[in-house]
């Protein structure tokens, strides 16, 4: 799988909009953005995925540049709750039609402030 | 639809012990991925099961750890003899196994394993 790379923390307001970005230069033409969350002592948690276009979802939105070598995840109003490592991942399911499994990176702390 | 589950959610094991961790895929889930985190490091992938068969264990260290996902019943992560080291979280995640599948998969809440 080709390389992401994101800043190792950010810091945000509650209620304000979070950018969390990803850098994927060596992205493939069929490798899939995805993004994870870990909020402290649980699992992974999946937030949202895309290929191409802008995808919004009920808990953020991707935005995906034109020439897909990164991509931002968009938290419209922040929360306590959304204090968590956030994780960018690219995968290819024409590897393996049934599914390959994720490699996780190191991905952002997002500390949120009250 | 109930989750991923895992269990037990805390295991303590003196060295030399075996410990072994289930997971039970969501319904209709045929593919199982377990993950180790160590404290304070990210996650690292260990092994991909589908029932039956180990698709890709390239993860798992080479003596002491295996997995298998039987036909009827969950999946098991066994370690034998743990030692120190082996305290982690441990977290196991399923798939179904639709063709064009983007990948998106389902973790359960972990095992925390620590070796006294």
């Known amino acids: 799988d080709a390389k992401t790379t994101q800043p190792n923390s950010m810091e945000s307001n509650e209620e304000e909009p979070v950018h969390l970005p990803c850098n994927h230069s060596t992205i493939s033409g069929t490798d899939y953005i995805h993004w994870y969350r870990q909020l402290p002592s649980q699992g992974p948690e999946y937030v949202i995925h895309g290929l191409t276009s802008n995808v919004n979802n009920r808990m953020a939105s991707l935005a995906i540049a034109e020439d897909r070598k990164s991509s931002t995840l968009i938290l419209h109003r922040a929360t306590l709750r959304d204090a968590a490592v956030y994780y960018c991942i690219l995968r290819d399911p024409s590897t393996n039609q049934a599914g390959t499994a994720l490699i996780f990176g190191k991905g952002t702390t997002l500390s949120v402030s009250s | 639809n109930a989750g991923v589950m895992q269990n037990p959610r805390h295991l303590v094991r003196r060295r030399g012990q075996e410990a072994r961790l289930r997971c039970s895929p969501m319904?209709?889930?045929?593919?199982v991925y377990w993950y180790r985190q160590l404290p304070e490091e990210g996650l690292k992938f260990m092994v991909y099961l589908q029932k039956e068969n180990i698709i890709d264990e390239s993860g798992m260290p080479k003596e002491r750890f295996s997995a298998e996902f039987p036909k009827e019943g969950p999946s098991i992560l066994r370690i034998q003899q743990v030692v120190r080291g082996d305290s982690a979280a441990y977290f196991c995640?399923?798939?179904?196994?639709?063709?064009?599948?983007?990948?998106?998969?389902?973790f359960g809440e972990g095992s925390r394993l620590t070796v006294l």
């Open positions: 995640a399923s798939s179904p196994a639709r063709r064009g599948n983007t990948g998106e998969l389902f």
């Open positions: 319904k209709g889930h045929s593919h």
